[in-house]
């Protein structure tokens, strides 16, 4: 198997607020592959420059990043420049990905449901437009930093008095703040893998964290959250699902793999679209792997998988020659 994928390298770390994550991830995709026989070399990116990455000559890369400078098309562009085939999503998936506004205005282009939002100037915007965006979309709302992942930057507003510190919390880290419908349900995710026609839905993952808080202590580190894969639903809503992550994947022009999360509205078992990860975790606690069990699929196999659709988006013209 070494010799079907050559000098392989696994990006991580990075500079994004999802380092600590990444680094995990990172460690998880070396050891599995390293495993399998493939000649695997951890590489960290928020440590070590292009230049340094471009020396090392990696036949492929496993991009195990999370968040900017690693999942938003910035590193896929050098990677197409270096001629390094790289696995998930090119550039300009990877950039809308990572923009929740982009993703939904693109979702509910395609007829696809996702909540209500508004966006909002992180610099320029007053109390009296929050309160007006909280009255317009009802409480409790959601504030999100769109640029951001695993659960950073994100506040649930109960009462009318928390939307200005929450809004102040999120617009730390970022220029814009997505004010977002809050769906009363039971939280679902849906991890994809292939592209196009080719693209496949695995088990979905229902998510029961402690009182409904998903953070990001409950998702990386905490054992009280609750996994149950596959879902408990009734094979046609499974189907349902499963066949809207398909669509909002391919909408986006994710390639790959991936992962969408989706809120089911409790009222009426209609299933919300919320996000979608061009470049998942892949930790002790992450869920493309447990739904990938749940379908048989290993851990190791998983990245070997992962790893052997690694490719490049753009080709350069064959009648091109340096002068």
């Known amino acids: 198997m070494s010799k079907e994928f050559g000098k392989v390298g696994v990006l991580y770390g990075g500079r994004s607020a999802e380092r600590e994550v990444s680094l995990m991830s990172g460690a998880g995709v070396l050891q599995a592959l390293q495993s399998k026989g493939i000649d695997a070399h951890g590489f960290d990116t928020g440590l070590r420059s292009i230049a340094e990455l471009a020396a090392e000559k990696f036949d492929r890369v496993f991009i195990a990043l999370h968040g900017r400078y690693g999942e938003d098309g910035t590193l896929q562009g050098a990677l197409e420049q270096l001629g390094i085939p790289y696995t998930g999503s090119g550039v300009m998936a990877s950039a809308i990905a990572m923009d929740k506004v982009m993703t939904k205005r693109i979702w509910l282009s395609n007829g696809l449901p996702t909540p209500g939002f508004r966006v909002f100037d992180s610099q320029s915007t007053s109390a009296a437009d929050l309160q007006l965006a909280a009255d317009e979309l009802g409480l409790p709302l959601m504030l999100k930093a769109p640029h951001e992942g695993s659960t950073i930057g994100i506040k649930k507003v109960n009462s009318g008095v928390e939307v200005t510190p929450a809004f102040a919390y999120c617009a730390k880290y970022d220029e814009v703040v997505l004010a977002e419908e809050f769906i009363t349900g039971r939280e679902l995710t849906v991890p994809v893998l292939g592209r196009g026609r080719n693209a496949r839905a695995l088990p979905i993952v229902e998510i029961r964290a402690p009182q409904g808080n998903y953070d990001y202590q409950n998702k990386?580190?905490?054992?009280?959250?609750?996994?149950?894969?596959?879902?408990?639903?009734?094979?046609?809503?499974?189907?349902?699902?499963?066949?809207?992550?398909?669509?909002?994947?391919?909408?986006?022009?994710?390639?790959?793999?991936?992962?969408?999360?989706?809120?089911?509205?409790?009222?009426?078992?209609?299933?919300?679209?919320?996000?979608?990860?061009?470049?998942?975790?892949?930790?002790?606690?992450?869920?493309?792997?447990?739904?990938?069990?749940?379908?048989?699929?290993?851990?190791?196999?998983?990245?070997?998988e992962i790893l052997r659709s690694a490719a490049l988006e753009l080709h350069a013209s064959q009648d091109w020659k340096a002068e």
């Open 220 to 304: 990386y580190f905490s054992d009280d959250t609750q996994y149950l894969c596959p879902a408990p639903l009734d094979a046609e809503l499974t189907q349902k699902i499963q066949a809207i992550a398909v669509r909002a994947f391919n909408a986006v022009g994710c390639a790959g793999w991936g992962r969408v999360d989706f809120m089911l509205r409790a009222t009426d078992n209609e299933p919300f679209l919320l996000e979608l990860n061009s470049s998942p975790g892949m930790t002790g606690h992450s869920l493309v792997p447990m739904s990938a069990k749940a379908s048989g699929i290993s851990y190791e196999d998983l990245c070997a």
